[in-house]
Nanobody, 121 residues
Framework: QVQLVESGGGLVQAGGSLRLSCAAS????????MGWYRQAPGKQRELVAA???????NYADSVKGRFTIARDNAKNTVYLQMNSLEPEDTAVYYC???????????????WGQGTQVTVSS
């Protein structure tokens, strides 16, 4: 069974930094697009950043210049480096990946368990 396990969340003061990690494990043929979403209480889940297998990236306007998404294909891991954090960044962050399993034919969306990021002012 494919799983995504997140780590790196926590409490940080405004202006600080955190790095989130998300590793995919299980029987995997390929990992395609990967990304990070976040959801604050009472708000809809939104895309923060995404990255293709080849390294093309896309960011929400609110995090451009502050966050950097990267991946290590050998480790099936995606990272989110979060700098200059603001209270508005407080949310549960979820990683997402489109993964083909053992058969290599069907691609499914998988989600991490979520990790809390809290930024204090």
């Amino acid at each position: 069974q494919v799983q995504l396990v997140e780590s790196g969340g926590g409490l940080v003061q405004a202006g600080g930094s955190l790095r989130l990690s998300c590793a995919a494990s299980g029987t995997i043929s390929s990992v395609n697009d990967m990304g990070w979403y976040r959801q604050a209480p009472g708000k809809q889940r939104e895309l923060v950043a995404a990255i293709t297998r080849g390294g093309s990236t896309n960011y929400a306007d609110s995090v451009k210049g502050r966050f950097t998404i990267a991946r290590d294909n050998a480790k099936n891991t995606v990272y989110l480096q979060m700098n200059s954090l603001e209270p508005e960044d407080t949310a549960v962050y979820y990683c997402n990946a489109r993964i083909a399993g053992a058969g290599g034919l069907f691609v499914y969306d998988y989600w991490g368990q979520g990790t809390q990021v809290t930024v204090s002012s």
